[in-house]
């Protein structure tokens, strides 16, 4: 990691390209915007059901008249993070890949890295598809992440404030539970981060392993394609072709391996998926039934545990990507080194496209 980010820093650093930081400025403000409308949408909601449970007709209509702009703002700025997102993550791709090329043809053109023992030789596989996962991932699971930590600081509030204590009766004994929400939607996404952490710890190992499996597939091919036919004799044709064909068993074996870690990994996210919700509206239960929440205070509550819990829980559902990004990263960086270890290090800044 810290290999990659030395040279990969230098894209904001030394790029030639100053839109960079305006377009990054841009993902950042997008997210805070759509993080405040989310928020005004949750108070809309609460006026929204107090109104329906009431069967008051005009205040739905005016509830109806404010959802429209705060809906249509929504979409627009989510367009923009879109544009911004996709437009960093294509520059970012763009000058890390060039780094690498002119690294890689500096002293002699196409010259074979040396890579470790048990490493797959193929470069090529590198540049064009882990370079792209770890110039992209980074990007969505980044924005992702701030996401993550500005609603669960904005979105507890509400717990904290409307959820409020919850006081029950233990036969002769009163007891009062402070902030009872916020208490609760911890200790779930504690346990629920957990299991993910437990199911998931073998993830990154099967993504590299895959990666390996399928650069391998593709290196053998290659060379199989390049082969004169008029040299080649029957049998190192068979030969290339038991290659290719061992190949292609190894991808197929460990994409099954994949398949059984996002099989248990999907256990756990589609759980919470169904649960969060069920579960606020339960702890909203015993106050509602008394008449001290009404049901838009309900309505507000869950939509709020179910954001604040979805924050806290950021590394349950995106677990698969940053697995999946790890694996890239950390061989574009053994590219990196294979290509030449003396001409990285912390103070390169000499190359930009």
Known sequence: ?????????????????????????????????????????????????????????????????????????????????????????????AWLSQFIIDLWLKKEPFRQPHFTFGEDRNPEYRLAEDVRIATDNPVGLLTGF?????????????????????????????????????IAVTLYSILLSAAMALIGRRLVDVIAAKNVAEAQFRSIGSRLREQDSSTITFEQQRKHLSCLTLALDEVTGRWRDLAFQFMRTTMVSQGNILLAP???WALCAPKYLIGTMSLGEVAQITAAFVIVQSALNWLVENYPGVADCLSSINRVASLLI??????????????SP
């Open 1 to 93: 990691m810290r290999k990659f980010w030395r040279v990969s820093s230098g894209f904001w650093k030394n790029s030639i390209d100053k839109s960079v930081i305006i377009i990054t400025i841009i993902l950042l403000i997008s997210v805070i915007l759509q993080l405040l409308i989310q928020y005004r949408l949750n108070f809309w909601g609460r006026d929204f059901f107090d109104a329906f449970g009431q069967r008051d007709e005009a205040a739905l209509q005016r509830q109806a008249l404010t959802f429209l702009p705060l809906a249509g703002l929504s979409i627009i700025i989510a367009v923009f993070a879109i544009w911004a997102r996709m437009a960093v993550q294509r520059k970012w791709r």
């Open 278 to 280: 069920v579960i606020a």
């Open 146 to 182: 701030l996401n993550a930590v500005f609603g669960a600081v904005i979105f507890i509030s509400i717990l904290w404030n409307v959820g409020g204590d919850l006081t029950i009766q233990i036969l002769e004994y009163t007891l009062t539970v402070p902030k009872y929400l916020v």
């Open 338 to 351: 294979a290509l030449d270890p003396s001409e990285i290090d912390e103070n390169r800044s000499d190359v």
